[in-house]
């Protein structure tokens, strides 16, 4: 059974960094995957933040938090982590990483920022940027 576990949520003031874990069972890392990160604010849809394929490397971002926001993972530790630099407080939201496993190569292609492709999906980890 697949399962996500996000954690390293918390309140942080602006300008501050924070990096939040995802830590997969159930399917292996080293294989075919897109892992996705998405946030939903209260009142607000959820929206994909980043991704990252396991198939050839890519990495896609948000306009919103290039240049502030890094994806990455450990096949070692099961785990894909969001490096998050210079947090404002719009980035407030609940956290939640998603997987597609495949048995074919995947890329992080555009359409990856969207829920619809995702099968499996964490609890959340709730992100505050507040002074």
Do not use: H
């Amino acid at each position: 059974q697949v399962q996500l576990v996000e954690s390293g949520g918390g309140l942080v003031q602006p300008g501050g960094s924070l990096r939040l874990s995802c830590a997969g069972s159930g399917f292996n890392l080293k294989y075919y995957y897109v892992i996705g990160w998405f946030r939903q604010a209260p009142g607000k849809e959820r929206e994909g933040v980043s991704c990252i394929s396991s198939s050839d490397g890519s990495t896609r971002y948000t306009d919103s938090v290039k240049g502030r926001f890094t994806i990455s993972r450990d096949n070692a530790k099961n785990t894909v982590y969001l490096q998050m630099n210079s947090l404002k407080p719009e980035d407030t939201a609940v956290y939640y990483c998603a997987v597609v496993p495949a048995s074919v190569p995947i890329s992080c292609a555009p359409g990856m920022l969207m829920t619809s492709p995702y099968d499996y999906w964490g609890q959340g980890t709730q992100v505050t940027v507040s002074r």
